[in-house]
């Protein structure tokens, strides 16, 4: 299988659409730090030439654009399951990056044998939810309030998935020697640097609500190990921070709801805004799996409401999304009354390891 990232339409479907976006999956996880996830996609993939499965075959005849339904991080994160719940002992020398072994027949075999757990993994997005990824969200807070936009945020967030990111007020974070949150925080957070350092300012929250089509339930144990699964195992960090952010949910359930990106937009840039906030839309690695209409009207929405916001009353979009051509994320920004047209602050480690800071 190739390891070089080639350029797709989202949208593009078929066979070759299939093999592309597992080709691309494996060379996006080698230049992130994800050799054994690589593996696993790559041992996936080749099970789609002589599909021996229902669940080899549902994936060689996907009917839906692969790369934009995220395929093979499905196929990944229900494989990686059942080794999470050692309900597939094989697959540890895979996990363990062992030399000498055969992937592909141990993931033929475990395919095989554990179809029917696997199968529902293949009907759902991947949720990749990521605490590491807010350190993007606050250093551009702290850049809006230095455009002299009111520090005070009203935040919604659009794929929240078990509302990790929701929880940013709770914590710490040290951007190139810019501290920001209570010490020492539920979680913290010290990214590599670039760059200068952001801007100093004292932020505070107003409030921080999220959607998420199948929002996850961080206290449900089940729940949890379907969230844990999608984490490339060779992050070892992440998934303590997982645990750090199951404890936080436990004492407080970030504010999460279940309704579509579109819908729900909509509906919060409706409510009315006190003087002295900032409402910010943010998301992180989302936009991706938001169909193309509801972007549609998510723009149109914010666009709208930008035209109405006032220097009392802002309006600010943060996003930190994907750029596959050069395997890392981009952040970026726009707001409202001025400065509307995008913004890019930095581009960043897909799972929070660093920024590099362009302002």
């Known amino acids: 299988m190739s390891e070089r990232y080639q350029p797709i339409d989202m949208a593009r479907t078929g066979p070759a659409a299939v093999r592309t976006a597992f080709a691309n999956q494996v060379a996006y996880c080698r230049a992130n730090g994800a ?21 080899a075959r549902r994936i060689a005849g996907w009917s839906g654009a692969p790369l934009a ?7 990944a994160g229900g494989i990686h399951a059942l080794h999470l719940s050692r309900a597939a002992h094989e697959l540890a020398p895979i996990y363990a990056d062992a030399d000498d072994i055969n992937d592909a027949a141990i993931i033929a075999g475990v395919v095989a044998r554990h179809e029917t757990a696997l199968l529902p993994w293949l009907d759902g997005p991947p949720q990749t939810n990521e605490a590491g990824r807010s350190s993007n969200f606050i250093a551009a807070m702290l850049w809006l309030a230095d455009q002299r936009l009111p520090p005070h945020f009203d935040c919604l967030e659009i794929g929240s998935s078990a509302g990790i990111n929701l929880m940013i007020d709770r914590y710490h974070y040290d951007l190139g020697g810019v501290h920001s949150g209570p010490r020492p925080g539920a979680m913290a957070f010290t990214p590599e640097w670039r760059g200068k350092h952001p801007p100093l300012h004292a932020i505070t929250f107003a409030g921080l609500k999220g959607c998420d ?9 089940a729940q949890a190990l379907r969230l844990k699964a999608y984490i490339w195992p060779e992050h070892h960090i992440r998934f303590d921070r997982m645990e750090a952010a199951i404890e936080a949910a436990g004492r407080e359930p970030p504010h999460l709801i279940r309704a579509n990106a579109a ?9 009315p805004q006190a003087d002295g906030t900032t409402r910010v839309l943010m998301h992180s690695i989302v936009w991706q799996y938001v169909p193309a209409d509801q972007q549609a009207r998510i723009t149109a929405a914010m666009e709208a409401a930008g035209a109405r916001a006032t220097p009392e009353r802002p309006l600010a979009w943060i996003a930190l999304e994907a750029n596959r051509t050069v395997h890392h994320h981009e952040l970026v920004v726009r707001h409202w009354p001025g400065g509307a047209a995008p913004r890019m602050l930095g581009r960043a480690h897909a799972h929070g390891a660093w920024i590099d800071w362009l302002e």
């Open 35 to 55: 050799p054994v996830t690589a593996r696993v996609v790559a041992a996936i993939a080749a099970l789609i030439d002589n599909p021996a499965t229902d669940f």
């Open 69 to 75: 339904d995220a395929l093979p991080l499905r196929a």
């Open 213 to 221: 089509v199948a929002p996850v339930d961080l206290t449900d144990p």
């Open 263 to 271: 819908d729900f937009v909509e509906a919060e840039l409706a409510r």
